[in-house]
């Protein structure tokens, strides 16, 4: 399947993903190098936001002299128009307290900005080349979900429900998703897993549970014509279970 796969952009990105959770942007920035004509046109703030955390760094680590060095480096080409405002705040690190609680400079001294950037240059880099921001199975995979969640879904994600919005490995993905619009009623077993039809009446108990004719004949079969309710533990005879009928 290779020749069919875009992998190279994948290929790439995974070891400078990587990098950058760790706190390492050398490879970012040798990317953002490579790429500059194209982020430039983009009107990226990808490599200066990179540039400016090489800073904090310095000034966390206390290289105080180091730190004006490498501003004076990088920043002095791009210290105008909307970099500037963001320079300036990052240079009076240099005169705050490491341990401030004084906005925006705690936020610049977070460990977490390093998962920001992360985050980012994984936008740009789809950005580039031409890549949504999330995978097209994602995207897939939502939209089904989506179409089959109903109001109950999430209430009990359940292995045996055939409805893949209520298994537990997808439930916390439908969870967040809208519920989708059914015009008729469908009722699947919390026991069996299956449809619950003409064929496969459902009963109720008297606790007000539901389940299919199947799974409550299996239940009962087993223990004696006493049919204990999965969800309460309740246990009833089968005689004092009713039909109920799908509006």
């Not at 050398?26 to 790429?35: D, E, S, V």
């Not at 994600?157 to 439930?171: I, M």
């Not at 999965?230 to 089968?238: A, K, N």
């Amino acid at each position: 399947l290779d020749p069919l796969l875009d992998l190279d952009p994948f290929l790439q990105a995974s070891p400078i993903v990587q990098a950058l959770s760790t706190g390492d942007c050398k490879g970012a920035l040798r990317w953002c190098h490579a790429n500059r004509q194209r982020l430039k046109k983009a009107k990226s703030s990808l490599e200066l936001h990179l540039r400016l955390q090489d800073f904090v760094e310095l000034v966390r680590a206390d290289n105080l002299q180091e730190a004006v060095a490498y501003a004076r480096k990088h920043f002095a080409a791009i210290a105008r128009g909307p970099n500037l405002h963001a320079i300036k705040r990052h240079m009076a690190l240099l005169v705050v307290r490491r341990d401030t609680n004084m906005q925006p400079y705690k936020h610049m001294l977070e460990v977490g900005r390093w998962e920001e950037l992360a985050r980012e240059w994984k936008a740009e880099n789809c950005m580039l080349h031409g890549l949504p921001p999330h995978s097209l199975l994602a995207l897939s995979l939502c939209a089904g979900l989506t179409c089959l969640k109903s109001a109950t879904c999430h209430e009990e994600p359940s292995e045996t429900s055939a409805c893949p919005a209520c298994n537990p490995l997808l439930a916390h993905i439908a969870k967040s998703l809208p519920f989708a619009h059914h015009m008729h009623s469908s009722l699947v077993c919390a026991i069996s897993g299956k449809l619950m039809d003409h064929d496969n009446p459902p009963l109720a108990l008297p606790n007000g549970q539901v389940y299919s004719t199947e799974a409550i004949l299996e239940l009962a079969a087993n223990n004696m014509g006493m049919v204990v309710c999965p969800r309460t533990g309740e246990e009833f005879p089968l005689q004092q279970l009713r039909k109920a009928f799908i509006s």
